[in-house]
């Protein structure tokens, strides 16, 4: 009988999949800008030192440090971002719960009034208000029901996925213009690294359009444009620091 490794298991199990799934779903948005920032701004800046350097070690060093200090710092930003917003979020459930503890009768009026106004019936709204009043902090359970159904789906998946899934985006993204200069020579790699780099940035440009529902060859066209951009930069710097 055949043993199945317990780690393949887990990998295969369906479960484990619905929650890549989940995850890679909700941190849609982290994934394109993840992968946006790291192929555009490594792109210009390993144009520019390539304008100015002599040998493709030179703009592999430059290109995978920028690389992967620019991963660290998107991850580092993005979760003091998602933190700041829900500490904002539970300070401001604080704040009403204490409204709540302070004037509940006005806070169940408010509530059915929202209620009422939804469309349902008389005595649906009595049995409503009957268990309410009873337990006049249970809105606050209600509005932050309401408040995580309505809310993006970028802030309701974990904080670690989301960093982690942005910080594997952008270095590999920032990465793909660098590889090149690692296994060819020096000018046929220039050449391989926009090639390499502008089929990235049509692939991100169709994952956007389809994510966002958006035109496909106006997406496209988006970022690509926001790529020559940072190519023009970059050259431009090093042709006026390196000559």
């Known amino acids: 009988m055949c043993e199945v490794d317990p780690g393949m298991s887990e ?5 484990f999949l619905n929650r890549m799934r989940k995850s890679l779903s909700s941190s849609g948005g982290d994934i394109v800008y993840g992968m946006e920032d790291g192929a555009v701004s490594i ?30 710092s998107m991850m580092a930003g993005l979760y003091l971002d998602l933190e700041s917003d829900r500490d904002e979020a539970r300070v401001e459930a604080e704040h009403r ?12 009026n408010e509530l059915m009034g929202v209620l009422q106004g939804a469309g349902l019936s008389s005595k649906c709204l009595d049995t409503i208000r009957t268990d309410i009043q009873a337990n006049p902090l249970a809105i606050c359970t209600f509005e932050d029901a309401v408040a995580r159904e309505e809310a993006p789906a970028s802030q309701r998946g974990s904080m670690l ?6 910080g594997v985006t952008d270095l590999t993204a920032g990465l793909t213009p660098v590889i090149p200069f690692v296994f060819l020579p ?3 790699a220039r050449i391989i690294c ?11 440009g169709l994952f956007r359009a389809r994510i966002g529902k958006r035109p496909v060859g106006r997406t496209v ?8 951009a940072a190519a023009i930069a970059g050259v431009l ?5 390196g000559g």
């Open 43 to 72: 792109f210009g800046l390993v144009l520019g030192v390539a304008v100015g350097a002599q040998s493709g070690s030179a703009v592999f060093l430059a290109g995978a440090t920028g690389a992967i200090a620019a991963s660290v």
């Open 237 to 241: 710097i090093g042709v006026l620091i």
């Open 186 to 188: 020096f000018a046929e």
């Open 221 to 228: 066209l988006e970022t690509l444009t926001i790529a020559t």
């Open 97 to 108: 719960e204490a409204e709540i503890r302070r004037d509940p009768d006005h806070a169940v």
């Open 194 to 204: 926009i090639m390499g780099t502008a089929t990235l940035l049509i692939l991100l």
């Open 161 to 166: 996925a989301q960093t982690g899934w942005m």
């Open 11 to 15: 990998v295969t199990n369906p479960s």
